[in-house]
Antibody
Framework: QLHLLESGPGLVKPSETLSLTCTVS??????????WGWIRQPPGKGLEWIGS???????YNNPSLKSRVVMSVDTSTNRFFLTLSSVTAADTAMYYC?????????????????WGQGAQVTVSS | QSALTQPASVSGSPGQSVTISCTGN?????????VSWYQQHPGKAPKLIIS???KRPSGVSNRFSGSKSGNTASLTISGLQAEDEAHYYC??????????FGGGTKLTVL
């Protein structure tokens, strides 16, 4: 069974870059059936889609974060990555990685059918 | 402000049915049959309970059902149980391979 696990530093200083890793186990990240997403949740608030990445490196980002977000995939280690630059306290959140089925009813899917447990990131000096 | 509007809270007694609405202000919901719903218990990751407006993943109780009318999607939970108390989030495709979430609804089982 596929499993996702986020990892990264729990504390990042303001203006620095946040880097997170999602390790996929139980199946290959290099799949024609899935792609991968990042979602975050500030304390006590709702969910915010950050972006999605395909195994070939194609990415789609939330326009509100676009210029600060970089996502990538390493098929050799079955991991995908998120970096968020110039962080502020507003970027403090639980960060989740998730799996997205590629095809639904003749078109692409845009729902997250499996989630990691989340990684808490706090931005503070 | 979320692009999808949900009520902040709803409540119901055990055995009753409740419906949570999700309205899109940019016609995202109305334009695509790509609305999903997630259940989140405190301290846990969200869990997919409905995809593509009405589809229930394997293992999800048939007490959960989804629908859509115009630019509003709805999640109905029938036969409320104590374990249904959680936050619920809708999510919709928003064009150009992007998605948006609703602000979330807290369900209280009285």
């Amino acid at each position: 069974q596929l499993h996702l696990l986020e990892s990264g530093p729990g504390l990042v200083k303001p203006s620095e870059t946040l880097s997170l890793t999602c390790t996929v186990s139980g199946d290959s990240i290099n799949s024609n059936f899935y792609y991968w997403g990042w979602i975050r949740q500030p304390p006590g608030k709702g969910l915010e889609w950050i972006g999605s990445v395909f195994y070939n490196g194609n990415t789609y980002n939330n326009p509100s974060l676009k210029s600060r977000v970089v996502m990538s995939v390493d098929t050799s280690t079955n991991r995908f990555f998120l970096t968020l630059s110039s962080v502020t306290a507003a970027d403090t959140a639980m960060y989740y990685c998730a799996k997205i089925p590629l095809y639904c009813g003749g078109g692409n899917c845009y729902h997250f059918d499996q989630w990691g447990q989340g990684a808490q990131v706090t931005v503070s000096s | 402000q979320s692009a999808l509007t949900q009520p902040a809270s709803v409540s119901g007694s055990p055995g009753q049915s409740v419906t949570i609405s999700c309205t899109g202000n940019n016609n995202y919901v109305g334009s695509y049959n790509l609305v999903s719903w997630y259940q989140q218990h405190p301290g846990k990751a969200p869990k997919l309970i409905i995809s593509e407006v009405t589809k229930r993943p394997s293992g999800v109780s048939n007490r959960f059902s989804g629908s859509k009318s115009g630019n509003t999607a709805s999640l109905t939970i029938s036969g409320l149980q104590a374990e249904d108390e959680a936050h619920y989030y809708c999510c919709s495709y928003a064009g150009t391979s992007t998605v948006v979430f609703g602000g979330g609804t807290k369900l209280t089982v009285l």
